[in-house]
């Protein structure tokens, strides 16, 4: 295979990023030959020139690009704003190209504005979830090294919080939040005025780093994953061009941030890449996605098998004839949900997976080439198998480790332990076992580690009991995923309760309440089982596997 060179000079003055890569012997094998337009990048990419800027000089500048709840930007509007934050960047923040910097909102046409303001400057993308609380933010502000964080004014409070001290206590010095969504005097907004609605985007090299996506794992702990320029429109001329097919008349939406990497493509980077509209929503339940899609006459949407499902008795309430494509990914999608949907809509579910570390999908299938309950086949520029525990290729229908590797793939920030783990023998592995029959089609069977995922969100369990030991009545405890009808796992907690500390509905609910304002919502236990001990080792590692049996 052959190997990506290196595409020049970086034109990034803070190395962080770069002297934070793993050792080139650990990275995966990556190929751009394989298909003729990604081995036709050129040297220097800047990812917003390539997904805004020449949309705009094409001739698209008055369609439009982004919609909201009661407006519409075009990619003019879009494209003075992001430049006017660029300005604001550079001249009044003092970002240097390989600044990291922090997103923090809901999806809405101003963090969509920001996220390419960032990269035009040169920086480095760090986006996050309004969801996520002062603890979860402080320790992507220590590992990515971030001094300065654009937030939506409405969750600005937590992020003022994580800006202002390390989890160690130390005052972080030099840091700087900035609002917008405000009027209020040096808001974002306020220091855009004035600014010119022009802007020479940073020369980036293609391989410098653009973003930094967080994800999280079994040592819960969240793991920095560095993707570059080219990385971005990888992942648009891989699974959008060559599985997804849109056009410039579709309009996405979806209910992923774009925080995740599933909705940064999905929501963002692949409606840019073709000149597509995108509709943005701040609340994208069920019913809330349906109504946008209703009004908006969407018609490509990305959401996770729990969505589609509990779309199910819904969806009659509402006109969404408009819809011509779905995507599903985040969990596994059941040949059930992929047939009730169908039967509802007459649309079939483009099913796939992907991973943070990969930046987006890698199989998939779409059209004739659906077989409902498999994950379906290699994306084009990619390359899976399966194998065995010595990394050795099995015959079809045998049961093993999905194994991946293309245009993208891991590089952990400062993370050389797990790099070796992700990233072995230059394939990438993503923890997932799976099947492949004599068709080359990916069936999934189960995860590797100790995820869990639940409603499309990964969930460390680790992470969750690290949370739940902090509770004064808890002695220990041990969390898992516990299968559920609607959202496919939920997190169950196994509490050993301190002496002398009743048992009982009260204390699952103060637990609970605990989790919710330590960590992000979405991660608490919705099952809590008392127990007298846990099941450990004879070197007193717990036995999550145990537990699990016991959720059977």
């Not at 959008?240 to 097919?245: E, M």
């Not at 198998?385 to 010595?390: F, S």
């Not at 990438?428 to 869990?452: C, H, K, L, V």
């Not at 808890?474 to 048992?503: L, S, T």
């Amino acid at each position: 295979m052959d190997e990506i060179l290196p595409s020049g000079p970086t034109a990034h003055v803070d190395t962080f990023c770069r002297e934070s890569l793993p050792p080139p012997e650990h990275w995966p094998h990556m190929d751009y030959g394989v298909l003729p337009e990604l081995a036709a990048y050129p040297p220097r990419i800047n990812a917003a020139t390539e997904l805004l800027d020449k949309r705009v000089a094409a001739g698209d500048g008055d369609r439009p690009v982004l919609y909201f709840h009661g407006g519409c930007w075009t990619y003019r509007r879009l494209l003075e704003t992001a430049n006017r934050i660029a300005h604001v960047l550079v001249e009044d923040l003092g970002v240097v190209p390989g600044n990291r910097v922090l997103l923090r909102g809901p999806n809405n046409p101003m963090m969509a504005a920001c996220w390419l303001a960032v990269l035009k400057a040169g920086g480095v993308v760090v986006c996050t979830m309004p969801l996520l609380r002062v603890r979860e933010l402080t320790y992507i502000a220590d590992k990515a090294r971030i001094r300065l964080a654009l937030t939506d004014a409405r969750v600005a409070a937590e992020c003022e919080s994580a800006m202002s001290t390390t989890a160690e206590g130390f005052p972080r010095d030099g840091a700087r939040v900035i609002h917008f969504h405000t009027a209020e005097y040096g808001s974002l907004e306020s220091l855009m005025s004035g600014k010119p609605a022009t802007f020479e985007n940073c020369d980036t090299a293609a391989d410098d780093p653009a973003l930094i996506a967080f994800t999280s794992g079994t040592t819960g702990q969240g793991k920095g994953t560095i993707h570059f320029h080219r990385d971005l429109m990888a992942v648009c001329d891989t699974f959008a061009a060559h599985i997804l097919k849109a056009d410039p008349d579709d309009v996405f939406c979806g209910s992923p941030p774009l925080a995740f990497t599933y909705g940064l493509g999905g929501i963002l980077l692949f409606p840019l890449r073709i000149g597509a509209s995108t509709l943005l929503l701040e609340q994208a339940s069920p019913p809330q996605l349906l109504q946008g899609i209703q009004e908006h006459r969407a018609t490509v949407v990305f959401t996770a098998p729990t969505a589609y499902r509990a779309m199910f008795d819904l969806v009659k309430g509402f006109d969404i004839s408009s819809l011509r494509k779905c995507v599903s990914a985040g969990e596994t999608l059941p040949k059930a949900t992929f047939e009730k949907w169908r039967e509802l809509t007459g649309l079939q579910i483009i099913d796939g997976i992907g991973s943070t570390e990969m930046l987006h999908m890698f199989i998939s299938s779409s059209g004739d080439e659906i077989r409902p309950g498999a994950t379906g086949r290699v994306v084009p520029g990619y390359e899976a198998r399966v194998v065995d525990d010595n990394g050795d290729e099995v015959p079809p229908g045998t049961l093993g480790h999905l194994a991946v590797r293309g245009p993208t793939g891991c590089r952990y920030i400062d993370n050389l332990e797990r790099q070796t783990t992700y990233v072995r023998d230059g394939w990438n592995y993503p923890g997932d076992s799976y099947i492949m029959d004599s068709e080359g089609y990916f069936w999934y069977q189960a995860r590797t580690d100790d995820m869990i995922i639940s409603a499309g969100h990964n969930i460390s369990g680790p992470e969750v009991e690290a949370v739940l030991l902090e509770h004064p009545s808890v002695a220990e405890c041990g969390v898992v995923a516990a299968p559920d009808e609607i959202r496919g796992n939920i997190v169950k907690a196994y509490v050993v309760p301190r002496a002398g500390v009743q048992p009982g509905p009260e204390l699952v609910k103060e637990l609970q309440d605990f989790v919710k304002a330590e960590i992000a919502p979405y991660k608490y236990p919705r099952a809590i089982e008392f127990v007298g001990s846990l099941p450990r080792t004879n070197t007193g590692k717990l036995q999550r596997f145990r537990l699990r049996e016991m959720n059977k």
